[in-house]
């Protein structure tokens, strides 16, 4: 089974930072992504959805650091759901996106004047370290892991 989620869209307002008695930080993140179609008389229509994410530990204080309203940015996580009683004993409901990459997108010339050390987790952290055989390349902004292999099986 898979719960996977990616979202690239941009921050709707500045993290929201909780810091817990056990040195626990938690951010919860309002991200905006649009869609863009034509409707039956030709106009261009966009439908703008709204995603709660929240990243915890090491991911939120860089989030806290890094990222402010209007950020562009890409997400991976997975989908949790929740429920709370309120002080009147009602049951409430919400479903989040549990970050667990979040990295800052740039376009252009803004992508020149950013350093790679806006990717979080570092590509190194979540594929184990970079293997000799790989090179790294930005493209976008975004630092990705290059395959040099000429060992294709294909």
């Given at each position: 089974?898979?719960?996977?989620?990616?979202?690239i869209g941009n921050l709707?307002?500045?993290?929201?930072?909780?810091?817990?008695?056990?040195?626990?930080?938690?951010?919860?993140?309002?991200?905006?992504?649009?869609?863009?179609?034509?409707?039956?008389?030709?106009?261009?229509?966009?439908i703008t959805e709204w995603?709660?994410?929240?990243?915890?530990?090491?991911?939120?204080?860089?989030?806290?650091?890094?990222?402010?309203?209007?950020?562009?940015?890409?997400?991976?996580?997975?989908?949790?759901?929740?429920?709370?009683?309120?002080?009147?004993?009602?049951?409430?409901?919400?479903?989040e996106v549990r970050a667990?990459?979040?990295?800052?997108?740039?376009?252009?010339?803004?992508?020149?004047?950013?350093?790679?050390?806006?990717?979080?987790?570092?590509?190194?952290?979540?594929?184990?370290?970079?293997?000799?055989?790989?090179?790294?390349?930005?493209?976008?902004?975004?630092?990705?892991?290059?395959?040099?292999?000429?060992?294709?099986?294909?």
């Amino acid at each position: 089974m898979i719960n996977k989620v990616i979202l690239i869209g941009n921050l709707g307002s500045e993290p929201e930072i909780r810091n817990y008695e056990n040195e626990t930080t938690v951010a919860t993140l309002k991200v905006a992504t649009n869609e863009n179609y034509k409707d039956k008389s030709g106009e261009w229509q966009q439908i703008t959805e709204w995603h709660r994410v929240v990243a915890w530990r090491e991911l939120a204080k860089r989030a806290e650091r890094q990222l402010q309203k209007g950020t562009r940015v890409y997400i991976e996580g997975k989908l949790t759901n929740r429920s709370w009683q309120t002080e009147s004993g009602e049951t409430r409901y919400i479903t989040e996106v549990r970050a667990n990459v979040i990295r800052v997108l740039a376009k252009g010339k803004e992508s020149e004047n950013r350093s790679t050390g806006n990717n979080y987790p570092p590509m190194e952290d979540k594929y184990g370290g970079v293997n000799t055989n790989n090179t790294t390349a930005t493209q976008g902004g975004v630092k990705q892991i290059v395959q040099e292999d000429d060992d294709l099986p294909f």
